[in-house]
């Protein structure tokens, strides 16, 4: 279905204006002279709503009148305070113009010129909005292996782009882990105590062993005390019993006196010193017992501590390993959740009517290569099939500044317009007056 003629009354620059469109039709002048009132008239004719600037200035009433190819009418009537539309087939006015209206069109939304000039974000938007795609999200879920919910406004492609790059991330954190841990182990094994070497004996054995060398020594000790204590004390009495019988014999046997108590005291010193000998003696021979035992403990002790050490890092890295193989299994089932999403997309994708379109990181992809990098043809062929899913049953698309295309654009974009089943308004500023061109 196309339009076979159009009639413009009095709606902003147009005072009034008929003509006769074919397949391409060029709306060409200098600036304000009405190219986009055109435009904007065709769009106001198939849009909702009431909007008194569309009125020209001075006018009381405009009017835009779009007759279909099959006889259909499609009017509209705008006031200051009021637009009315009117769907009129076969001479009779249909009973709910709006709907009659929708089923033909989406109000022409698509402007091919602004989706190729547009911020990669908003081409996005054009084109998930063009291309509804029913979304399983239990199968999602499944195949990733991560709850999904999706916000019946979100598109498919959104979604399986969202839980991507939530799987993509989880998997990410997970390979991190894994070298950490790995890293960790070989530390581990690296700082890691040697195995101790065997040491004869038993700690206990040995502790009794020592015990009684000491109980020896203090024996010993203890009797060379009690000895001298005995020898000091009959000294003590020999001495005074000497003193007593000298006491009559003091001036007689003085000197004898003297050297006896002299020889007593030399006596005593010899005892003393031979005393010290042996208790030095005692604490010697316990020395010698006592060494090669302490050591033989110590020895067991800071081998058992070690085996202790080993033993608690041997179990340590027994658990990391456990932990990182366990780190593995999941990065190789995100790895697998990945792949699975990437493949439901595609078979999403592959159901499009535009084949070998998807979405990823922000920007639209054709077979893999990013739009920007498309050649003309390629992003021109894009658009108008976006155009044209839009366009609706009446496949009218109305395109405004086309001279802000390159040439190569332009050229391309018109081809397609010829070669496609759609009907093409376009406007373009040229130094010529006014004029409507079609063919």
Do not use: W
Not at 276 to 289: L, P
Not at 396 to 422: F, I, N, P
């Amino acid at each position: 279905m196309k339009i076979s003629h159009i009639r413009i009354s009095n709606i902003l620059g147009i005072d009034h204006l008929e003509f006769s469109p074919e397949g391409f039709t060029q709306i060409t002048g200098p600036n304000g002279q009405g190219k986009t009132s055109v435009l904007e008239a065709i769009k106001a004719a198939t849009g909702q709503g009431h909007d008194a600037t569309l009125l020209r200035k001075g006018a009381e009433k405009g009017e835009v009148v779009l007759v279909l190819d099959d006889g259909t009418e499609i009017q509209q009537r705008v006031t200051a305070t009021r637009t009315t539309r009117d769907v009129v087939r076969d001479g009779k006015k249909v009973p709910k113009p709006g709907d009659a209206i929708r089923a033909l069109t989406d109000a022409l939304a698509v402007n091919p010129v602004e989706f190729l000039t547009a911020r990669p974000k908003d081409r996005v938007q054009v084109l998930l909005d063009s291309m509804p795609i029913e979304l399983d999200t239990q199968k999602l879920s499944t195949i990733s292996g991560v709850p999904v919910s999706a916000h019946p406004s979100t598109h498919a492609l959104a979604v399986i782009e969202h839980v991507r790059q939530q799987v993509y991330d989880d998997r990410t954190g997970t390979n991190r882990a894994v070298k950490e841990k790995d890293a960790t182990i070989n530390q581990l094994r690296l700082a890691m105590p040697a195995a101790p070497g065997g040491v004869e004996g038993d700690e206990d054995s040995l502790r009794a062993q020592l015990e009684q060398a000491r109980v020896t020594r203090d024996t010993e000790q203890a009797r060379i005390d009690t000895k001298l204590a005995s020898i000091r004390a009959d000294s003590v009495a020999r001495t005074q019993t000497l003193k007593d019988e000298a006491r009559a014999k003091i001036e007689a046997i003085q000197a004898e006196l003297a050297t006896a108590i002299e020889a007593e005291r030399t006596t005593l010193a010899d005892t003393e010193a031979k005393a010290s000998r042996v208790r030095s003696k005692a604490g010697q021979t316990y020395q010698d017992a006592a060494t090669p035992l302490e050591a033989a403990i110590a020895a067991i002790v800071a081998n058992r501590d070690a085996a202790a050490r080993r033993r608690a890092t041997l179990d340590t890295i027994q658990t990391m390993e456990t932990e990182l193989a366990e780190l593995k299994q999941d990065a190789e089932r995100q790895t697998a959740a990945l792949d699975g999403i990437d493949k439901y997309k595609h078979e999403l994708l592959n159901s499009l009517p535009i084949p070998g379109l998807e979405v990823r990181d922000g920007e639209i992809y054709r077979d893999g290569i990013p739009f920007d990098r498309l050649n003309t043809a390629q992003r021109v062929g894009i658009a108008f099939e976006i155009a044209k899913i839009r366009a609706g049953e009446l496949r009218a698309v109305c395109l405004d500044g086309m001279e802000l295309l390159d040439t190569d654009s332009l050229e391309e974009l018109r081809k397609q317009a010829e070669a496609g089943d759609v009907q093409v308004f376009l406007t373009r500023v040229t130094g010529k007056e006014f004029s409507v061109e079609t063919k």
